[in-house]
Nanobody
Framework: QVQLVESGGGLVQPGGSLRLSCAASGSIFSIPVMDWYRQAPGKQRELVATITKDGTTYYVGSVKGRFTISRDNAKNTVYLQMGSLKPEDTAVFYC???????????????WGQGTQVTVSS
């Protein structure tokens, strides 16, 4: 059984910073892709940032230059360093990963439980 466990959310003032973490556990063989999504109230879930196993990254335009995604392959952990936070960044942030287990031949998608990020003065 594979699990993704997020941590690091909270309340921060505009202009502040937060670091999210997401650790994958279980019978993991490989994690080709790790992502962060977010869902604001009344809006659809959107992709925020992606990182492949070799370190290639992608960011949605609204966070470029403010957020940095990184990963520690030895720990099966992905991070999202968020800076210059704005009230419009307020959302539940979800970790998502494509994971190949010891038993499976193809990667499957897994989601974390979500962590709330609130940007407010």
């Amino acid at each position: 059984q594979v699990q993704l466990v997020e941590s690091g959310g909270g309340l921060v003032q505009p202009g502040g910073s937060l670091r999210l973490s997401c650790a994958a556990s279980g019978s993991i063989f490989s994690i080709p892709v790790m992502d962060w999504y977010r869902q604001a109230p009344g809006k659809q879930r959107e992709l925020v940032a992606t990182i492949t196993k070799d370190g290639t990254t992608y960011y949605v335009g609204s966070v470029k230059g403010r957020f940095t995604i990184s990963r520690d392959n030895a720990k099966n952990t992905v991070y999202l360093q968020m800076g210059s936070l704005k009230p419009e960044d307020t959302a539940v942030f979800y970790c998502h990963s494509l994971i190949m287990t010891q038993a499976s031949g193809l990667p499957r998608a897994y989601w974390g439980q979500g962590t709330q990020v609130t940007v407010s003065s």
